[in-house]
């Protein structure tokens, strides 16, 4: 689709694609700077039960997952 776009007007394509890469690490900057700054308030017994419920939702997900792809290879 980028190509496509490069091709017919390629200033557009060009600042899709700046736009999306500004985005893309200003979101990770975003993250690490708020990461950064909340470290004090995630420490000792809130981070562990922060950590063993994102474990158990993560679980969930791989399983409701793996389900689903079973019933798409109509295994199940």
Known sequence: MLYLAWESFWPVAAAFLFGFYLLWVGSKV???LL???S???LAGQ???VVMRVLAVMLALFAVLLFREGLEQLAVI
């Open 39 to 41: 470290r004090n308030l």
């Open 35 to 37: 990461t950064g700054r």
């Open 46 to 48: 809130p981070y562990r």
């Open 30 to 32: 975003l993250v690490a």
